[in-house]
């Protein structure tokens, strides 16, 4: 069994796409070991506590304490946080790391630790739209100011980059005329949920 880390910022529908497949398939190669938010406030955390999934939260707060994370950089933080996040992922003998909607950068050790294990799940159709800042709204509204006639999203391992490792899946919807940030969402989600579960079976399987 493929032991799994998945790795949250709020409202955690891939997670529950993930734990629904899980619950639904005998056969399911992988096993959900542990949920890290990075926030406290994120109903992921909930979707956790429902589904019987140990879960933690592990912010630059909660790592490197108030004073000192007010004062570093943001590669310090996620610095901190990253090294924090494998101590937990080894803790819990996670095999792989999933990133559903997680909104922080990983980086150092825990990259090369989990070398093609660790795989994100990006709102939009990399390599466009990408990088710091490339995130929920930000991509879709970016989406629509340039003129784009599809888009979609991307599952891609992980590297030491953002949004820069190698795609496993994408999905695509056209742009409609009306569309609105909203709504360009509401038709990748459901694409979303399909490309997450995708991604991580291909993990489990080697093929990546």
């Not at 992988?30 to 912010?59: F, H, M, N, P």
Request: with cysteine; glycine share 10%; proline share 3%.
């Amino acid at each position: 069994m493929f032991k799994v880390a998945v790795l949250v910022s709020g409202g955690g529908t891939n997670l529950q796409a993930l734990i629904d497949y899980q619950k639904s398939h005998t056969d399911c190669p992988y096993q959900i070991c542990l949920v890290v938010s990075s926030t406290k406030s994120a109903y992921a955390l909930e979707r956790a506590r429902l589904a019987g999934i140990d879960s933690s939260v592990k912010s630059p707060f909660s790592v490197m304490g108030k004073t000192a994370a007010e004062k570093a950089s943001r590669e310090e933080k996620n610095a901190a946080v990253s090294e924090a996040i494998l101590a937990e992922c080894k803790k819990y003998g996670a095999d792989g790391i999933v990133l559903a909607g997680y909104l922080s950068v990983l980086q150092g050790k825990i990259i090369q630790e989990y070398k093609d294990r660790i795989i994100n799940l990006h709102p939009a159709l990399l390599p466009k739209f990408g990088g710091v800042g490339m995130w929920g709204h930000h991509v879709h509204e970016a989406v629509l100011a340039s003129g784009e006639t599809e888009s979609g999203c991307t599952v891609h391992l992980v590297d030491s980059g953002c949004d820069t490792g190698k795609i496993l899946v994408q999905k695509r919807v056209p742009v409609l005329c009306d569309d609105t940030p909203d709504s360009l969402y509401a038709r990748i989600a459901p694409l979303e949920h399909e490309a997450i579960v995708e991604g991580l079976l291909m993990v489990c399987s080697g093929a990546c």
